[in-house]
């Protein structure tokens, strides 16, 4: 079975990376492109986009057509797409080429954890702890390679880099993933209109939070984004009730362990996302952080995943899934309340107890996405890996609106970042509450 779990760890850390490790490099993309800061958000975002927002029907791709011809088709179009985005030579290109990245992600996603459901329960268990240890390790490990590729090379390579890694996976997938996974049991029919209105749904929700959080909840677009996006949402919902084969069974939420993983899920990428992007702004403007220090502050955090995951399937053969995950999350807000103590002067010795609270208290809630696959029919694993998936995206585009609110409310950023944190923990305490009452 490693072999398959090195699959779907190295695919779920090759999506998760392009979320983050663009950023630091965008500097040095605007001075050598001469790109306006319209299209430098584009080339940070583009790929958020199309990624949250094609990944419902990209989890319906693979139970219609088969999970891994799916994930190669994902891992082929998203390979490509990085060699066009190291190569680009104008900002425009450079734009197109992440967005194209976002839909081969969309497709490879959902197929990872598909293949991975209809393994027997613990050997499910330890893929999608790999697969979540992955994500969160690329999550905090993102900004550190991109500046360091920023600093010593061209910053083409933050994507370049990405066309050997991504050749590999695909001869893995290859050899590693069964053949006749997806595709039998769940349908031919694709969906059409609840594919189009989850993509408008999805697409504007995600433009909504990225184009709001930056320009104002009153701006013209956040407005219609907002508007288009209910519609959508409404649409979908329509959809979803007349089709014969719809793409998402609406009677998966009424599952109980289904919808309280996601709903555990959306609550810590809540938390701990906005956690992720203002801590790096507390570091160096408050704390007197170097750029470099303050990336390298998130690496035990990531370390600590690492680490801690494969003994979570023992933990939870002791404890069982809900009270891993509740004392997983308990751990990440007790980490949060700590950083909420953090004033100017403080240095390592008080930061690195708050960043391993919420390291090892992430790894603990690895149960969640098992928990969520284990809940729904082998035939409807896809669309079950893109509804999890895309809470995850989804959730963290939010929390960094969501605590951004509290964090300028206040007129010392210090104070809001204390208090955004406090707000955080408290979303996450819920989920561990959540997790205690619906998973088994």
């Given amino acids: 079975m490693w072999p398959l779990f090195l699959v779907t760890g190295l695919a779920g850390f090759l999506t998760t990376l392009d979320n983050t490790v663009v950023t630091v490099a965008v500097p040095s993309i605007q001075r050598d492109l001469g790109a306006s800061l319209a299209a430098l958000e584009w080339v940070a975002t583009g790929y958020i986009l199309t990624f949250a927002g094609l990944m419902l029907a990209g989890g319906r791709l693979a139970d219609v057509h088969g999970h891994r011809r799916v994930l190669v088709a994902g891992l082929a179009v998203f390979t490509v797409a990085s060699l066009g985005a190291g190569l680009a030579g104008s900002v425009e290109v450079l734009v197109a080429a992440r967005l194209a990245q976002g839909a081969g992600a969309a497709l490879i996603l959902p197929a990872t954890l598909a293949v991975l459901a209809g393994r027997e329960e613990r050997q499910r268990s330890m893929g999608v702890a790999v697969w979540m240890a992955s994500g969160a390790a690329a999550l905090a490990l993102g900004p550190v390679a991109g500046g360091y590729v920023s600093q010593h090379a061209h910053w083409s390579w933050v994507f370049l880099a990405n066309v050997p890694l991504g050749a590999v996976i695909i001869v893995l997938a290859a050899v590693a993933v069964p053949t006749g996974e997806g595709g039998a049991g769940g349908g031919r029919e694709l969906d059409g209109g609840g594919a189009v209105a989850s993509v408008v749904f999805l697409g504007a929700g995600t433009y909504a939070l990225i184009h709001g959080g930056a320009h104002g909840w009153a701006s013209v677009p956040a ?105 997983g999350l308990v751990l990440v807000a007790g980490g949060m309340a700590l950083a909420a103590t953090l004033e100017a002067g403080d240095g390592w010795g008080r930061l690195l107890p708050a960043v391993c609270a919420i390291g090892v208290g992430s790894a603990l809630t690895m149960p969640l996405g098992s928990a969520v696959l284990g809940a729904v029919p082998e035939p409807r694993a896809g669309v079950a890996g893109g509804i999890f998936s895309v809470s995850r995206e989804i959730s963290g585009l939010f929390g960094i609106a969501a605590v951004g609110v509290v964090v300028h409310a206040s007129g010392d950023f210090a104070t809001g970042y204390a208090a955004g944190l406090l707000a955080a923990a408290g979303l996450v305490l819920a989920g561990a509450l959540i997790s205690l009452v619906t998973l088994p």
């Fill in 223 to 327: 407005v219609v984004a907002l508007i288009v996006c209910a519609g959508g949402g409404a649409a979908f919902v329509v959809a979803e009730r007349r089709a014969r084969e719809p793409m998402v069974e609406l009677g998966l939420f009424r599952v109980r362990s289904f919808a309280g993983g996601v709903a555990a899920q959306v609550l810590w990428g809540l938390g701990v996302n906005g956690v992720f992007f203002y801590t790096a702004i507390f570091l160096q403007g408050v704390l007197g952080f170097t750029p470099t220090d303050s990336g390298v502050a998130f690496v035990p955090l990531a370390l600590l995943v690492v680490v801690v995951t494969p003994v979570v399937p023992l933990v939870e053969r002791w404890l069982g899934a809900g009270r891993t995950v509740a004392a």
